[in-house]
C-alpha cells in the first residue's frame, strides 16, 4: 500500500520549491542608519565648522583681551542688566556700568545686555566695583594668582561718564529700546556735554521726538492708497486681461508678504527733519542749550538750518517736507536793491551797532578754563574770527545738524579756539577702537578669516590657564581617549557609512567594559527573533 501523499503547503509553494525565507536586514539598513538626524563624521565636521564661521561672521573681531588696559577709549560699549540691574524706579540712584565688547562675550555673553555702541574717553567696568565680585573678568591677569581670569573689586576709572543708556533708555522721550519693536532710524547725537552738564552724552534719539512729535508720530499719518493699474494704454486702447484666474495660493502668499513688508518698512522723516544724506551728524537741543555760543552757527555755511523742538504753527497731519524749508526759508524784503543803494553812512552806523551787539553777547559767554584756572594759550590757526560775522541766535530750543565740511567752517581764531578745546570732536573726525582681527578660521568649507580660533584651539587656550597637574591628567585622559576612538571613528570614515547611536552606544559600552552583557542580550534577542512560520494542513 502506497503511503499517503505529503500534504501540500497552504501557502501555494510547490513541491520541491524551497520555503520563503524572510529577508534579512543588514546593519547599514537599520532604522537608527536611516533616520533623519544621522550623518557621517565628515558632514559633522564640515557643519560645525560653518557653525563657527557665521559665529566668526556675527562677532567679527577677536575676544581674547580687555581693554581696560588701554585705558580711556572711544569704544562699543555694553550694558549688562544681568549683573547690574537697574532699579524700578527711574529716580532712584543707579551705579551704572559698562564692558567693552571682548567682555561682552566671554564674561557677560548668556546675559542681559544692553547695546550702547561707541562712547568717547570709556574705561572697560568689567572686574572693577561697579560690578559685583561674583561677576569677575576673565580675561584679565589677576595679580594675585598671575593666571587669567578671575579678577574683580578693582577700581573704576572716575573719569568714565554715564548717561540713562546704561539703563536700556534712549531719546528725549525715555523709552525703553526694543530691537524687536522700535521701528525707523535712530540718531546719536554728536555729544557736546554730559549727562551732568546738561547734555545728553552721546544719546541716540528718534526724529520725531526732535521735532517735537513723539517716537509714535507716524501711527497717526494716513497711508497712502495703492493705485489699481490702469485698463487703458497713453494711446487710448484697452489692455489685454488675460482670461487665466491667478492661482489663489500665489495670491494668499502676496498678500501676506505685502502685509510683511508694509510692518517692516521704515516711517518716513518727520516734517522740518532733513533726510540722511544732508548732514554728517547732529547736537541735540539738549547740548545746545548746554553750549549756547554753537547757536549762531544755525543755517551758515556747513550747518544746516535750526531744527525746532516744537512748531506750532505747523500741523502733524498734511505738511510736507517742502512746505517746511518754504517756511523756514528767510524773507528776503521787497527793497532789496534800494537797500544796496544805502549811503556809506548808514552802512557805517548799521555795522558799528552790530558789532557792539556781538561784543555784548560774546561778553555773556564765559570761555572754559584749563584745569590748573588759567586761560588756554592763544592760537594763530586762524587771524580772522568768523564767528564775530556770523548772525543772531535763533530763539527757542533746536537741534543743529552738521554738514560733512563743518569743521572747516567754525572759527579757530585765539578768542574762540578755547570753546572747542573741551570738545576735540569739533575739531577733528574721531577714532573708534576696533579689537583686532584674527587671522585663524579659515577653511575651505565657509570658514572666515575672522574671529579667534576653533572651539578646539579655544579648548587647548583654556588648558594653559589651568592648574598643571590638572592640564597634565586632563591631557593625559584626552589622548586615551583619543586612541581608543581614532580606530573607531576610521572605520566609519574610510566606508563613507553613517555611525548610528546603536554604534556609538556599544562601543562605549565596551569601552566601559560591559561588552559581554551587550554581546549576550543580543544573542538572546537574535534567537528569539528566528521565527519561521509554520505551513498549514
Known sequence: MDPPPAPQPSNGVSEGQDLPVAPTKTRTESFSNRSDDSRTAADFLREQERLEADAREALPYSIEHCTKPLGPLRQAVFACLTCNPPPSNSSDPYNAAGVCYSCSVQCHGEHNLVEIFTKRNFTCDCG????????????????????????????????????????NRFCGCECDYDPFQQKGTMFQCL???????????EDWWHPGCLVGLGPKWFENMPKPEKTKPKLETPDGA??????????????????????????????????????????????????????PWIKRYAGTSGFLAPVYLKKEDVKQEGVEKEDIKEQEAPVVPADTESSKKRKASDEDDDVDSQSSKRQKADSEIELPKQADGTAYPETTTSAVCKYDVLPPAPEDQFSLFLKEDFREKICHCPSCFPLLVPHPQLLEEEETYEPPVSDDGASENGGSTLGSGSLYERGESVLKNIDRVRAIEGVMAYNDLKSKLTPFFKQFAESGEAISAEDVKAYFAKLRGDDQAIKDAGEAASKSDHRQEQSGY
Open 191 to 201: 555729544g557736546l556735554g554730559t549727562h551732568e552738564t546738561g547734555g545728553c552724552g
Open 128 to 167: 572693577t566695583t561697579r560690578f559685583p565680585a561674583t561677576s569677575p573678568c576673565a580675561l584679565r591677569i589677576n595679580e594675585t594668582t598671575k593666571l587669567k581670569g578671575g579678577v574683580h573689586s578693582e577700581e573704576p576709572d572716575v573719569n568714565n561718564k554715564y548717561n540713562q543708556n546704561f539703563r
Open 238 to 291: 484697452l489692455t489685454t486681461i488675460s482670461e487665466e484666474p491667478a492661482p489663489e495660493t500665489e495670491a494668499v502668499t502676496n498678500g501676506d508678504q505685502a502685509v510683511e513688508e508694509d510692518d517692516d518698512e521704515d516711517p518716513p522723516p518727520p516734517p522740518g527733519f532733513p533726510s540722511d544724506d544732508e548732514f554728517e551728524s547732529f547736537l541735540c537741543y539738549k547740548c545746545v542749550d548746554a553750549n
